[in-house]
């Protein structure tokens, strides 16, 4: 397990969804560096049953994180297409419309990886192949 606390968060240039509506093609935190303390979180997957009342939580509260110069950015293993149809799903039908902060595509799971955050690991085998050993998903669960 990575330790990164105290170190300088990883590295990524990633597809996202940003104020609602608008998928950007090289969303990356360094835009944040110096200027706002960052909450990068991950959550299992977009459209899943009990995760969007953290998610508009945050929405709810994103003036006060503001205030206080915190950018909040979400991240999930969906594409930026899934995240955009999430993001214009009506709440009362699972959807998360009106969250106008960042949610972060990383299909590849790279960042994932990078943030130490999948259930499982990859392993090597004899040939020195990698496979993945676990479920390739994040370990965070929304409740």
Same mark, same amino acid.
């Given at each position: $397990?990575?330790?990164?606390?105290?170190?300088?968060?990883? /590295?990524?240039?990633?597809?996202?969804?940003?104020?609602? +509506?608008?998928?950007?093609?090289?969303? #990356?935190? &360094?835009? *944040?560096?110096?200027?706002? *303390?960052?909450? %990068? *979180? !991950?959550?299992?997957?977009? !459209?899943? !049953?009990?995760?969007?009342?953290?998610?508009?939580?945050?929405?709810?509260?994103?003036?006060?994180?503001?205030?206080? &110069?915190?950018?909040?950015?979400?991240? #999930?293993?969906?594409?930026?297409?899934? /995240?955009?149809?999430?993001?214009?799903?009506?709440? +009362?039908?699972?959807?998360?419309?009106?969250?106008?902060?960042?949610?972060? #595509?990383?299909?590849? $799971?790279?960042?994932?990886? +990078? *943030?130490?955050?999948?259930?499982?690991?990859?392993?090597? +085998? &004899?040939?020195? $192949?990698?496979? %993945?050993?676990?479920?390739?998903? /994040?370990?965070?669960?929304? #409740?």
């Amino acid at each position: $397990m990575a330790v990164l606390v105290g170190k300088k968060a990883p /590295h990524f240039s990633a597809q996202a969804v940003i104020n609602g +509506n608008e998928v950007v093609e090289k969303f #990356s935190l &360094d835009q *944040y560096a110096g200027k706002k *303390y960052v909450i %990068f *979180y !991950f959550y299992p997957a977009d !459209f899943t !049953f009990v995760c969007p009342t953290e998610i508009i939580a945050f929405q709810d509260r994103i003036k006060d994180f503001e205030d206080r &110069d915190v950018a909040v950015v979400g991240c #999930s293993v969906d594409s930026e297409f899934s /995240h955009w149809k999430w993001l214009q799903t009506p709440k +009362n039908e699972g959807g998360i419309k009106g969250v106008k902060y960042p949610l972060v #595509s990383d299909q590849a $799971m790279t960042i994932s990886e +990078n *943030y130490d955050v999948l259930a499982g690991e990859y392993q090597y +085998n &004899d040939e020195g $192949m990698s496979a %993945f050993k676990g479920i390739p998903n /994040h370990t965070g669960v929304c #409740s």
